[in-house]
């Protein structure tokens, strides 16, 4: 599972009991604790997500690669990709094909790729979701 690194401020309480469940073996690390709290708070949460991501592509990880998007324009369609997560273009994908194939993107995470794809397609790239129509 490839992760991105974030920073956190716990109080020295909320630490202390991070610790303390890693010390008694129910989690291997403070970074495995809390990921296994962002994971109860998403499962918890799960209907506000699907609400307010009602055109979600994917929630994790989406790799989109040459084939993918040579297919979707063969059936004469545009992409319009939502990611919460990890947006992952392979390096085989062209600027032109990724014209071609993608008609919006919105991540709510990072998103990977070729550069020369990634500028293509800067302007169609939103990473706050108020900032695209998908509500």
């Given amino acids: 599972m490839e992760t991105e690194k974030v920073c956190v401020n716990l109080s020295a309480a909320e630490l202390g009991t991070i610790d303390v469940l890693v010390a008694q073996g129910l989690y291997t ?74 008609e919006q993107v919105q991540v709510l995470g990072s998103i990977k790729g070729p550069p020369a794809v990634l500028a293509r397609l800067d302007d169609r790239i939103s990473r706050n979701l108020d900032a695209a129509n998908w509500l």
């Fill in 29 to 102: 690390s403070r970074s495995d604790a809390i990921r296994a709290g962002v994971r109860a708070i998403t499962e918890e949460h799960e209907p506000a997500f699907r609400r307010v991501t009602g055109h979600a592509t994917c929630f994790g990880m989406m790799v989109l690669t040459r084939r993918d998007l040579e297919h979707t324009v063969q059936q004469g369609k545009r992409l319009k990709v939502f990611v919460v997560g990890i947006l992952r273009i392979d390096k085989a994908v062209t600027p032109d094909l990724a014209d071609k194939a993608i």
